[in-house]
């Protein structure tokens, strides 16, 4: 018998098995897959991110990956280019964009580290119920056995087409439609920081990561996905020609490594968080377009936000409870701000982010405090401050 088991051992499942076993309880973490694995990612750290690594103690093993520190940020749009970065998080001022298969096996490790057992090669094929309570798992190990564990809590960190999230009838109480499709890889020789590019229909990523690679992603309206996806190649290209020349003059000098990887199935929701005997975290809570980058880090507030509002009380009925409607109340509050963030700038419709962000030149504090409020460094309502708003009635 278990305190928790945790569903999926990814950016959102570690950290959560990992914070739960520190806090002194009995965890068993289970994944399908067999680390390393790769899978589809943006991979950037934001600061927020960064700064909750630092405080769990492997930060210094993402320095040590190879995965390259990032200290400038620029974007350029119609009629606009700034360039500055996030303030920093308890002192820290690099952030880094480590490949899933570097990043998700540190976390695993950390969850190891501190006592949690972990399982790989294992598929969750049910829930186990007592008195409509979910206490348990079934799964295949890897040699092909059925296993039943039980549990206290059961938490599904198990990805936007979340098993937990459907067995439990997890409704999304926030939906909104798909805004769009992306195609990215890996580049060597094309040397860069963190940049974006926009214009009309049209949204470029750039940032650095592991083994002197650079990860170059385009993003096109989910209405053009099944023509894109046809001509990915030819699609992808000229979106860099088109959105960003001068990268597209540096790419030149570049090679392409790997292939085109992609997705248009971006879901835009929130989902009940919790019921009697299970909670979800990261994707399977909450999931929005990649284009702001935030999953990642996001996946790690929520494992912090969890596991601190339980803290001792798991075995409380009343106090679990309690502790779960809190975390669920906590996605309304930050989490909600950045969803909507990202679906403003999914839609790829550049024109009132452009017209704000040209007030801006001359003016760096406002400048960063801008990227800070996608690193979690500073809140929007702290950014829209009588400064800066005295500057945009005057501009």
């Not at 700064?51 to 009629?79: E, F, H, K, M, V």
């Not at 079934?138 to 098993?163: F, I, K, Q």
Request: proline share 4%.
């Amino acid at each position: 018998m278990y305190d928790v088991i945790v569903i999926g051992a990814r950016c959102a499942g570690s950290p959560t098995a990992m914070l739960f076993a520190r806090q002194g309880y009995r965890v068993l973490l289970l994944e399908k897959a067999k680390f390393p694995q790769d899978t589809l990612s943006s991979h950037y750290l934001h600061m927020q991110g960064v700064a909750l690594l630092n405080r769990w103690g492997l930060l210094d093993r993402i320095r040590d990956s190879g995965a390259q520190p990032i200290t400038r940020q620029s974007y350029q749009g119609p009629g606009v280019r700034i360039e500055g970065f996030s303030l920093p998080i308890d002192g820290l001022t690099t952030t880094y964009a480590p490949r899933r298969y570097v990043l998700d096996p540190i976390l695993a490790d950390g969850a190891v580290a501190a006592g949690v057992e972990f399982r790989q090669g294992c598929a969750v094929r049910d829930l186990v119920w007592e008195d409509d309570r979910v206490v348990g798992v079934r799964y295949t190990t890897p040699g092909g056995a059925e296993a039943t564990d039980r549990a206290r809590l059961v938490v599904g960190a198990d990805g936007m087409r979340s098993l937990v999230a459907r067995k439990v009838g997890a409704e999304n109480v926030i939906e909104h439609p798909r805004l769009t499709t992306t195609y990215y890889s890996y580049w060597s020789g094309v040397p860069a920081n963190f940049e974006l590019y926009e214009r009309p229909g049209r949204w470029i990523g750039v940032l650095p990561t592991n083994d002197d690679l650079t990860l170059l992603m385009a993003y096109f309206p989910q209405a053009d996905y099944n023509e894109v996806r046809k001509n990915v190649e030819p699609a992808y290209l000229d979106a860099f020609r088109t959105t960003a020349p001068e990268l597209w003059e540096r790419m030149q000098s570049g090679r392409r490594e790997e292939q085109l990887y992609g997705t248009g199935h971006q879901e835009n929701y929130f989902r009940k968080a919790y019921g009697p005997g299970w909670a979800l975290v990261g994707d399977a809570v909450n999931h929005k377009d990649s284009i702001t980058a935030r999953g990642i880090t996001e996946a790690f507030v929520q494992a912090q936000s969890l596991t601190d509002h339980i803290g001792d009380r798991l075995h409380d009925d009343a106090a679990l409870k309690a502790a779960l409607r809190r975390y669920e109340n906590d996605l309304g509050g930050e989490a909600l701000s950045h969803y909507q963030g990202a679906l403003n700038v999914a839609e790829l419709k550049p024109e009132g982010r452009t017209d704000m962000l040209r007030k801006l030149v001359g003016h760096q504090d406002h400048i960063d405090r801008y990227f800070s409020t996608l690193s979690g460094a500073c809140s929007i309502d702290d950014f829209y401050n009588d400064e800066l708003l005295t500057l945009l009635d005057q501009g």
